[in-house]
């Protein structure tokens, strides 16, 4: 790469952590659920848009490939899923606090945990993106009868977890 290539990748780099970061960070732990595994799944991901030599410099678009790019590492990652399952016993149980909200997000990431990637992907595009099984069908390259049963199955687990019903995790 010539050094006016280097320049305007590190400036779209730069550009995009400036103005979407924070969006992608949260993006990539609403998908993991732990704050560690988003770092790796975001930084997995810039290396692998910004890795290519020509990326462009249209911030929206470059968001776009970075969401991608986590949701497939993501999806693809079972090993990944095998390896914290083998290991998160290691782990140190949250400090409780008294507060009701923190001790219903603790329920709420031990819910999540407990999903399959699909479903859990699945429940993040659908909740967290907003968007119809449709288009998570076409995010997911899969039929929209195979995320209507991952967000169904998802729905009832969480429901099972959470103790609501599961017309109340809808």
Not at 61 to 89: F, I, P
Not at 141 to 146: I, K, M, R, W
Request: with cysteine; charged share 30%; aromatic share 6%.
């Amino acid at each position: 790469m010539d050094g006016g290539a280097v320049a305007d990748w590190e400036r779209a780099f730069r550009e995009l952590l400036a103005a979407r970061g924070s969006a992608l960070r949260s993006y990539a732990y609403v998908l993991t659920g732990d704050a560690a595994a988003a770092s790796d799944l975001l930084q997995e991901a810039l290396t692998r848009v910004f890795g290519r030599r020509r990326i462009g410099a249209d911030i929206a678009q470059l968001e776009a490939y970075v969401r991608r790019a986590m949701l497939n590492h993501h999806v693809d990652g079972s090993r990944r899923l095998k390896r914290w399952n083998a290991t998160r016993h290691l782990l140190v149980e949250p400090v409780r606090d008294d507060s009701d909200q923190v001790v219903v997000a603790d329920q709420v990431r031990r819910a999540l945990s407990g999903l399959s990637p699909k479903q859990r992907a699945c429940i993040t595009l659908r909740y967290y993106e907003d968007l119809t099984v449709s288009e998570i069908a076409e995010q997911l390259n899969c039929a929209e009868g195979t995320v209507k049963r991952h967000l169904a199955d998802a729905r009832a687990r969480l429901a099972d977890q959470l103790g609501m019903t599961e017309e109340g995790a809808r």
